[in-house]
């Protein structure tokens, strides 16, 4: 494998120059209490966490991502994930994104609109994208699933319960064909939930998420791609998902992550076509956790509407 070490440097320059704008940029929001959405496969769904990434595949595409967290667990999280986006013209990009998460007696679902606008940086690849997305959030609370401690408070007087609020969110994206790297906060708005209760509330939070990732060719027929997400939010340790994933013929994932201090995971993947793209990922907890459940498993799809006068020689690794 030979590396252009010139090209490297020009391109890490650029790239850490973008880093500490965009670290600057959204330090001005408050980031506290982590309650996003947890995905081992973030890297086929970056769309969700970074609105910035919608058409730069060049291709309208849908993906479906189901998660089902800590299995044997009662009240476990369960996540079902949709985006869809295009290409709009040369520069800009357009998508849905969709989200519902069931944990115990809630279940919140988040729709969003996004936006990207793509612009050259130099002439040998070098992209820079940004993006925005906005929508609304719905919190759906059964309290008839709770064991309640004092069912006389006023709040618990009907069974369920519905919350709706706006999420606004934006990020950046540096990008080429074999390297990417990211900054964005999908929801900047803090809510509070449960704010006429006088015991306790609870909030939703801004969440900043950084990612990259490396595409090197180990020869004609293997790729290697690791990859780095971070998810950052005052008052809870800091996230770090380390991933390896190997392509094999063009064809063939297989690959493993690993959760800083709370999982590692097997993934696999299989391009079934040049539009069709089948994953799934495995969790082991490694905290005590782990002794009461069967683990996570998390599954995907992606389709790639690809005119057959555009056929990619290659499909893209992120």
Known sequence: MKINITKLQSSFVPSVLFIAVMTVLFSSTQL??????????????????????????????????????????????????????????????????????????????????????????????????????????????????????????????????????????????????????GVSVPNVLETTFYDDITISNAKERPNLYIIGGYVFDLSDNIKLKPAVLGKFVQGAPAAIDISANFLFLEKFTLGAAYRWDAAVSGLAGFQVSDQLLIGYAYDFDTTELGNYNSGSHEIFLRFEFIKKAKKMVSPRFF
């Open 32 to 181: 506290k209490a982590q309650q996003d959405s947890q995905f081992t496969q973030y890297m086929y769904n970056t769309q969700t966490i970074n609105p910035a990434y919608t058409g730069t595949r060049g291709t309208l595409n849908f993906t479906g991502l189901y998660r089902n967290q800590w299995v044997g667990l009662d009240g476990a999280p369960e996540t079902f994930n949709f985006t869809m986006s295009s290409p709009f013209g040369e520069h800009v990009g357009i998508g849905l994104s969709f989200t519902q998460d069931k944990i115990g007696p809630s279940q919140e679902s988040t729709i969003a609109a996004d936006f990207s606008y793509t612009l050259p940086m130099n002439d040998n690849g070098l992209l820079f994208s940004f993006g925005v997305k906005g929508g609304i959030n719905l919190l759906n609370i059964d309290y008839s699933l709770l064991n309640i401690h004092n069912p006389n408070e006023d709040v618990f007087q009907i069974n369920i319960e519905n919350r709706l609020t706006p999420t606004i969110g934006g990020g950046g994206y540096l990008h080429t064909d074999t390297w990417y790297m």
